[in-house]
């Protein structure tokens, strides 16, 4: 269990084009894809330690009013006390100020804590035909579960 005290020094900042090749290399260590991330990097948010540890990160790939959240990973230091509900919702957030009304997300084995964050899951062929033409929607995620939040 991390010490709540780090916790508390926890910031959140945008990517920068500069980050591409840490965050490809955080997803890799944390058992996520990396395709794709390059056509999205200053979508993404980094969650920092006050040394300047990356503790999680999350990023969005914007289709107009719809929307794909993409790779939210937390490092294991920091599992289980509250940083990936964190980034969610600042990226619900940055979602909301781009204009998109809709976020769609795919998992493979996060069903239950994105439902937590009220995320219902759909159909895929109910997913905006944008969102559908990500590279995310390709072979390697053809098995994941498509979920679905309309943002108010």
């Known amino acids: 269990m991390p010490d709540l005290a780090m916790l508390a020094d926890v910031h959140i900042r945008h990517a920068m084009k500069g980050d591409l090749a840490k ?24 969650a920092q330690d006050r040394d300047g540890s990356w503790v999680g990160i999350a990023g969005l790939e ?3 009013e719809s929307g794909l959240l993409r790779s939210v990973a937390v490092d294991g230091r920091f599992r289980g006390v509250g940083q990936g509900r964190v980034l969610v ?18 998992t493979d084995n996060a069903e239950h804590y994105f439902s937590g964050l009220g995320f219902e899951a759909v159909d895929r062929k109910d997913v905006d035909e944008a969102v559908k033409a990500s ?11 498509a979920m679905r939040k309309t943002l108010k």
């Open 62 to 64: 914007v289709y107009g």
């Open 135 to 145: 590279v995310e929607f390709g072979e390697m995620c053809a098995s994941a579960v």
């Open 23 to 46: 965050i490809s290399r955080f997803l890799e260590d944390n058992g996520l894809p990396a395709f794709g991330v390059e056509g999205c990097v200053e979508d993404f948010v980094v």
């Open 89 to 106: 919702n600042e990226m619900l957030k940055n979602a909301k100020s781009k204009g998109v009304r809709t976020v769609y997300l795919l």
